[in-house]
């Protein structure tokens, strides 16, 4: 019911993003940008095929890149993670290797666990067509896989990139799940609610709407839970005041 | 600790997604791949700038196009949404309305919920630069908008249809946060997993590691506790059985 953002959480430390042999410039871009959207910022680089930086990675990030500090490249994934804690390898294959499998969601709570506790944790993504090699996979302390519709997972470098950011985001995120936005104008109390209902159940008292007697309770009942059900604020029960007073007088001029 | 998929969920009708006068044809493809990736087949346009069907739609949507029905083509919002129980109206930006804001989250929880009462749930988004119209926004029953790093908001639509539609997604999802995969080999029994303690103590017992009788009982507690968080499977105890057997052999070949 109020309009103030609510109080920032402590994150931690955003998870690094490494990409390993990434092929595209284009997805270089992208995928910081989608880091970014997320409030991620540290984007790392295994042996990516087309040189970086280049003018077509800044382009597709939208201005990413250039917000966000530099990008290092290493020449091995061991390289690119030596100074992390935690590694999650995202992959939507199955790989014949005993290895914990990790919802998004569940990666993100950690992250913002192991964040807060002052360690630092590492999301890897393979190459866009074949994925991580399995001795990357190796390395990791665990699998993470998204569960989307099984009969088309393409899921490009950048959506994946997004939703492993966008669940870290929400992991420590205190946005209400619902909110009524008034914009300053504060919520009817109950007694405005209340002298709003007499007036509009006089006046159809008035015009015989609800004559029937028995049937009169019930339908008195219906429609204060159906005005109830509106979350009226201060504003709309004087502008609801006024159309039932501009209606009534309409009538009455016509009788 | 099992391999099998969890069983289906009643999901209900997934959401309609409705894009309000959108620009480029690549867009509506992006917007029907990500639709597809999360389940998501109802795809309605109101007033698409560019002609649909179009091949720039079909290459974008990276086959999504052909497997989803056909597309409709509305020309107001109104009238595509007009067979819908629910309109929920994605924007980013703060309107002088009074409204309900929501969480892609808890939309994604209403609209199961809808669909498995067999009501109809749609999601509007707007043109990819403006957002939706503030009359369209009134004509919706809710607001939802993405809490994501407000210093960079700038999600494209195919971005925005994934956030949406993964959380439908997850709504009804059970697949287990964790889980070890282990692929046939079946964890150790604890039966298994102390005959290796014995086995592997008896070896630095035999060598003189545990020589200091005062450290002794923690040195073995912290390396049960070790091999404990391994989460080892019966072919892995097997292996380590052999590992412990051949370095105490050429220990002993050595001497």
Redesign the interface.
């Known amino acids: 019911m109020t309009d103030a953002p609510p109080t920032p959480l402590d994150r931690g430390a955003p998870p690094v993003v490494i990409l390993v042999e990434p092929q595209l410039a284009e997805n270089i871009g992208t995928a910081a940008?989608?880091m970014?959207?997320?409030?991620l910022t540290d984007l790392r680089l295994v042996n990516p095929r087309d040189p970086f930086p280049s003018e077509r990675a800044n382009a597709a990030s939208?201005?990413?890149l250039e917000?966000m500090p530099p990008v290092r490249i290493f020449d091995s994934t061991a390289a690119a993670v030596a100074d992390l804690n935690m590694v999650y390898a995202t992959t939507a294959r199955?790989?014949?290797?005993?290895?914990?499998?990790?919802?998004p969601?569940?990666v993100g709570i950690a992250t913002v666990e192991a964040g807060r506790a002052g360690r630092k944790v590492g999301l890897l993504f393979g190459r866009e067509r074949t994925g991580l090699e399995k001795d990357d996979i190796a390395l990791a302390d665990?699998?993470v896989t998204?569960?989307?519709?099984p009969d088309?997972?393409?899921?490009n470098l950048?959506?994946a990139v997004?939703?492993l950011g966008?669940e870290w985001?929400?992991a420590a995120?205190n946005?209400?799940?619902?909110?009524?936005?008034?914009?300053g104008?504060p919520p009817a109390t109950k007694d405005q609610l209340y002298a709003f209902f007499a007036h509009f159940e006089r006046a159809l008292d008035e015009c015989g709407f609800l004559r029937n007697e028995e049937a009169r309770p019930n339908m008195i009942r219906n429609m204060r839970n159906m005005w109830g059900r509106a979350?009226l604020?201060e504003q709309?029960i004087r502008t609801l005041h006024g159309v039932v007073k501009e209606l009534t007088t309409l009538r009455e001029k016509k009788h």
Chains 1, 2 share one sequence.
């Not at 970014?36 to 409030?39: I, V």
């Open positions: 940008r989608a970014l959207n997320c409030g939208v201005g990413a917000i199955e790989r014949k290797m005993v290895k914990p499998v990790l919802t969601r569940a665990a699998v998204v569960p989307l519709n088309f997972t393409s899921l950048a959506q997004l939703l966008y985001y929400q995120d946005t209400p799940p619902r909110v009524l936005e008034s914009h104008s979350e604020t709309e």
